[in-house]
């Protein structure tokens, strides 16, 4: 486990989603209440499998010799709450940040949104970071959407997911949604795809997309 969520950090990298220290990846250790979570203030050219930390649902290290990342609460939080997900995902990637800094949800105006999302990339409220607050948020907003993904206000971008790898591609595709939509903005209004649609795109993806 901790092998996999070092390495997923290096997809943070590879696609433009953090920069210098900031963002963490975290998955559920399977059949516990723990988590494995990016160290505090790490560089990701650093991170190794030894360098994960292993903590229990209250925030208390379990094993690991540096501090866990200051998203922790946020993350065993989530974990608490949400018994579906086993992988979350924080980035400050700057297009989906930029709708965070503007107060305003992503509208749902592209097939891959609907595909991924299920409609809106939805905002949640601002809390300070270091307590269970953003996580308490996170699950209030995603608890009334299909999204993945949540921008919380004038913060950054949480994901969570099945696994960690699910997470991760959700914070890929927010991103490249925000990206796509805030370029389209510029050029005139936009229109919202009917729900119709948004339920029938999502359901195909979901249910029959792939292999």
Known sequence: MRGEVAELHRELTRNGLVVWTQGNISARVPDSEMLV???SGVAYADLTPASM????FEGNVVDGDLSPSSDTATHAHIYREMGWVNGVVHTHSPYATAWAARCEPIPCVLTAIADEFGG?????????IGGEEI???????LSDSRSRA???????????????REAVKAAVLC?????AVLLARQLGELERLDQDDIDAL??????????
């Open 150 to 164: 949540v921008l919380m206000r004038n913060h950054g971008v949480f994901t969570v997911g099945a696994d960690a």
């Open 53 to 56: 930390v292993v903590v229990d």
């Open 135 to 141: 996580g308490k948020g996170i699950v209030e907003t």
């Open 175 to 179: 991103e490249d949604a925000a990206r």
């Open 37 to 39: 979570i990016k160290p």
């Open 202 to 211: 999502h359901d195909r993806y979901q249910n029959v997309y792939g292999q």
């Open 120 to 128: 809106d990339i939805p905002l949640g409220p601002f809390a300070r």
